[in-house]
């Protein structure tokens, strides 16, 4: 292998592991400091026993646009939820750029097809083989949002608003 090559190789190595941090740093900041928000779920579809132990989520549809409204929606952008007490979002207005109250929350999206399907990024929940149980309870998926709307998906919660957490298999040591 030449020197040019062997520098190549090495310049795209350095270049993928680079942008994965970066990556990685971005969304764990958004874990950190984003504000945690939940979104109502609709009847979660059952786990892939091809792909593991996941869930595929679909959200309420009191998160979204209505469908007149999808009809003109761009691809990409965002829309405004509003938060109640307990911080379930529901659907506001697009993000037109004035300022948000402080129960409002700008939250990105992507729309994926004409009849109006929208991707907020945080459709599946992986978890841990044998612990599919624990999550047959969950009625909403919590998101941490930061400012510009981008979130990070960071568990599921029962009808209680409570956190849903595998039992711990043993005494800690």
Known sequence: MSRFATWLVLAGLVLVVGTANYTIRDRQQVVDSGRPILLELRPVDPRSLMQGDFMTLRYAEPLFPNAEARSTL??????????????????????????????????????????????LGAESFFFEEGQADVYDAARYGVLHVDAAGNSVLVGLADEEKVLLRPAEDGPAN
């Open 74 to 119: 761009p691809r990409r952008g965002a829309f405004i939820v509003k938060l109640d007490a307990d911080s379930v979002a529901t659907y506001a207005r697009l993000d037109d750029g004035t300022p948000l109250a402080t129960d409002e929350v700008r939250l990105k999206y992507k729309l994926l097809d004409d009849r109006g399907t929208i991707r």
